[in-house]
Nanobody, 117 residues
Framework: QVQLVESGGGLVQPGGSLRLSCAAS????????MSWYRQAPEKERELVAR????????NYADSVKGRFTISRDDAEKTVYLELNSLKPEDTAVYYC??????????WGKGTLVTVSS
C-alpha cells in the first residue's frame, strides 16, 4: 500500500520560513518524479515544484522561483520543500505527489501552511 505523508506545515509570519517533508512508503521511490502542489481556498490545485528521479531536474512555478527549494533523499524515501520569504498568498494546503511520468499516480493528504501576521 502506497503512502505519502506530509508534515511541517503550520502558521508562520510573512517573511518567515518553513520546511515541508513528505515520507513515502510502499513504492520504489527512486523511479518516481516527486512534486509538491498546493491548493488555496476557492482556487484550483497548482503545481509548486517538481524534482526528477535523477534529482538533477527541478521545475518551479514562477510565483515561487527563488523562494522555494525542492530536494529529495532517496535513502530516506523523503522529498522536501523549503519555503522562504513566505507571503500571505502562499497560504494553502500543500500536497506531495508521486508520478512515473507527468500525471501523479499517488497523492498525500496534505499539510496546511498559513502565512499571516
Amino acid at each position: 500500500q502506497v503512502q505519502l505523508v506530509e508534515s511541517g506545515g503550520g502558521l508562520v509570519q510573512p517573511g518567515g520560513s518553513l520546511r515541508l517533508s513528505c515520507a513515502a512508503s510502499g513504492l520504489t521511490f527512486t523511479i518516481y518524479t516527486m512534486s509538491w502542489y498546493r491548493q488555496a481556498p476557492e482556487k484550483e490545485r497548482e503545481l509548486v515544484a517538481r524534482i526528477g528521479s535523477d534529482s538533477d531536474s527541478t521545475n518551479y512555478a514562477d510565483s515561487v522561483k527563488g523562494r522555494f527549494t525542492i530536494s529529495r533523499d532517496d535513502a530516506e524515501k523523503t522529498v522536501y520543500l523549503e519555503l522562504n520569504s513566505l507571503k500571505p498568498e502562499d497560504t494553502a494546503v500543500y500536497y506531495c505527489a508521486a508520478a512515473l511520468r507527468v500525471t501523479p499516480n499517488y497523492w498525500g493528504k496534505g499539510t496546511l501552511v498559513t502565512v499571516s501576521s
